[in-house]
C-alpha cells in the first residue's frame, strides 16, 4: 500500500501539533491481510510470520526493510518441509540476531508446544527444544539480556499464570516464579534492562493490571495500574526507558486505538496521540532504529496495513528546561543546578539499573553535587523530580 506524500504529510502535521508523536503510513504487509500473526526483530530487519486469514491459518513469514519501506517474502516457518504448521496466536522473540516462534493454534490443533529458530543469514528455520509447559497460545513473550521468557495464555486445562525461560546457548528451557498476577490470555509484555512488564489481557473479565518481573530475584512486583479501558489483544514495544501499550479490545467488543507510554522512571503513564490506523485487535508490533511499526490485526475485517510511531521529546526533558547539568561528559564529579527546586535525584545505568547508591549525591543551595566513585565509564541517566508538580525530568550523563 503505497499513499500519497500528501496524505503523509498531513498526519505528520496533524500529530507533531497535536501530541508531539508522529504516526506515518507505510508500506503494507505482502500476502493476505491477517490478524493473530507474530513478529520479531533480526539482522535490522523486521519480520511478520502466521497468522490468521479469510482462508485459515498461514505459515508465511515476510521482511520489512526500513530504509526501503519495502516487504520481501521470506522462507515460511518450518521451510520447505514445514507442512503443518501454520498457526495464529503464537509467540515470538529475539535472541543472538536470531528470529523464534513457538506456540499458538492450528487448523487442527487447538494449542502447540513446539519452538522453531529462524536464521536471517541462512535463512533456515531449525526445530529446538519444545517448550516444556502445557501446550498453548495467546501467551507472552519478552527478552531480558540473554534468556527469552514465555508464559501465560490458555491451554487444555484452562487459562495460565505459568512462567518458563528459554535458554538459546544450551537449547533448554526451565520453569520461573508465577506471573504476579491473575492467569490469562492476550496480555502484552516487553523488557529492557534488568525488567520486564506484563499488562492488561483476559483472565474472564478484561484486566488493566501492571507488573515488572526482575530475573535477578525471580520475582514480580505490582506497578502502577494501566489507565486505558481494560482490554485484551493489545500490543506493546519498550524503547527504554519507556513502554508503550496500544490498540486492544475492551469488554463491550468495541476495538480501541488509544496510545499508552510507560514511564520506567515515574512508575507514570501518560496518553499519546492514537494510532492512526482503524481501531482493532490482535494486531503486531516491532521496533527498528529506535521507531516502532504496528500493523496487522482484525475489527470484522483482516488488515494489512502498517505505520510507523516516534515519540517526540517532550517540554519535560531536561533540554527544555530551567535545569543545566556540568561538566557532561563527566571524569569525577559534576553539578546539577535547577532554577527549580528538586528533590530527589536518581541514577540509572544504560540498562535500567538504579545506581543512585553507587555514587555520591550531596545537596546544594540549587541542585545536588554528584561524585562518581567507581562507577564505570558509559552512559547514564540522570533522574530528578520536581517537588512541587512531582514531574520528572531526565538527561543523558556520559562518564569518560
Known amino acids: 500500500m503505497k499513499n500519497t506524500i500528501l496524505f503523509l504529510l498531513l498526519f505528520f502535521f496533524i500529530s507533531v501539533a497535536s501530541s508531539q508523536d508522529i504516526w506515518i503510513v507505510k508500506d503494507s504487509i505482502n500476502g493476505a491481510p491477517r490478524s493473530v ?54 509467540s515470538s522473540f529475539s535472541l543472538n540476531n536470531k528470529g523464534y516462534v513457538c506456540l499458538g493454534q492450528g487448523d487442527n490443533s487447538p494449542f502447540l508446544n513446539d519452538l522453531w529458530e529462524y536464521n536471517p543469514n541462512t535463512k533456515v528455520w531449525t526445530q529446538k527444544a519444545s517448550f516444556i509447559g502445557e501446550a ?71 484486566r488493566d493490571d501492571f507488573w515488572m518481573y526482575t530475573p535477578a530475584t525471580d520475582s514480580w512486583t505490582q506497578k502502577a495500574n494501566f489507565p486505558g479501558v481494560p482490554r485484551k489483544g493489545a500490543v506493546a514495544w519498550g524503547i527504554f526507558p519507556s513502554g508503550f501499550v496500544t490498540t486492544g ?30 481501531a482493532r485487535s490482535n494486531a503486531i508490533a516491532f521496533v527498528l532504529q529506535g521507531i516502532a511499526f504496528v500493523g496487522s490485526g482484525y475489527d470484522g475485517i483482516f488488515y494489512d496495513d502498517m505505520y510507523a510511531y516516534t515519540r517526540v521529546l517532550g517540554v519535560n526533558s531536561l533540554e527544555n528546561s530551567e535545569i543545566t547539568i556540568f561538566p557532561n561528559p563527566v571524569k569525577d564529579v559534576f553539578n546539577v543546578q535547577s532554577k527549580v527546586q528538586m528533590n530527589d535525584f536518581q541514577l540509572f545505568d544504560n540498562a535500567g539499573r538504579n545506581v543512585s547508591n553507587e555514587v555520591q549525591v550531596n545537596t546544594t543551595n540549587n541542585g545536588f553535587q554528584v561524585y562518581r566513585n567507581s562507577l564505570p565509564a558509559g552512559n547514564y541517566s540522570a533522574v530528578l523530580t520536581q517537588k512541587e508538580t512531582g514531574i520528572n525530568y531526565t538527561a543523558k550523563v556520559i562518564f569518560l
Open 37 to 90: 500473526a507474530t513478529s520479531f526483530v533480526a539482522n535490522g530487519e523486521g519480520f511478520v510470520a502466521t497468522g490468521l486469514d479469510a482462508s485459515g491459518f498461514r505459515r508465511k513469514m515476510y521482511s520489512y526493510t526500513y530504509w526501503q519501506d519495502d516487504w520481501d517474502s521470506e522462507t515460511s516457518i518450518g521451510g520447505v518441509n514445514g507442512s503443518g504448521l501454520a498457526r495464529g496466536s503464537a
Open 249 to 278: 479490545e475492551d469488554g463491550n467488543f468495541n476495538f480501541l486505538k488509544d496510545l499508552w507510554e510507560y514511564n520506567f522512571y515515574a512508575d507514570t503513564w501518560t496518553q499519546r496521540a492514537d494510532f492512526i490506523g482503524p
Open 136 to 206: 498453548r497460545r495467546s501467551a507472552v513473550a519478552f527478552v531480558i539480556d540473554t534468556l527469552a521468557y514465555v508464559g501465560t495464555g490458555i491451554a487444555n486445562s484452562g487459562l495460565k499464570k505459568d512462567m518458563f525461560s528459554y535458554n538459546a546457548n544450551t537449547n533448554s528451557w526451565s520453569s520461573i516464579s508465577d506471573f504476579g498476577g491473575t492467569a490469562r490470555k492476550e496480555a502484552v509484555a516487553w523488557g529492557f534492562g534488568y525488567q520486564a512488564f506484563v499488562a492488561t489481557g483476559d483472565d474472564g473479565i478484561y
